[in-house]
């Protein structure tokens, strides 16, 4: 039987020298102010407390019946 040899393969890594390019128009100001729109959050969570309710009067409901 032949024998199986293995053969290593050596990765070579090189550093990135470049420098990255800026693109045009897209320099940031100090003036810009950081103001996230959290809108589509608020009405998931007001989903969330409104369902979280409705389950807790149906369980509420179920002891009595049971």
């Known amino acids: 039987m032949a024998k ?3 053969n290593k393969k050596t990765r ?3 550093a ?3 420098a ?3 693109a045009p ?3 940031f100001s100090s003036t810009q102010e950081f103001s996230p729109d ?3 959050v ?14 807790f009067v149906i369980l509420v409901g179920i002891s ?3």
């Open 25 to 27: 128009g897209s320099t």
């Open 42 to 55: 608020m009405n998931d969570l007001k989903r969330i407390g409104f369902l979280a309710a409705v389950f």
């Open 12 to 14: 070579t890594y090189k």
């Open 4 to 6: 199986k040899s293995k």
């Open 16 to 18: 990135n020298t470049a």
């Open 20 to 22: 990255p390019a800026k």
């Open 38 to 40: 959290y809108t589509f």
């Open 64 to 66: 009595f019946v049971i």
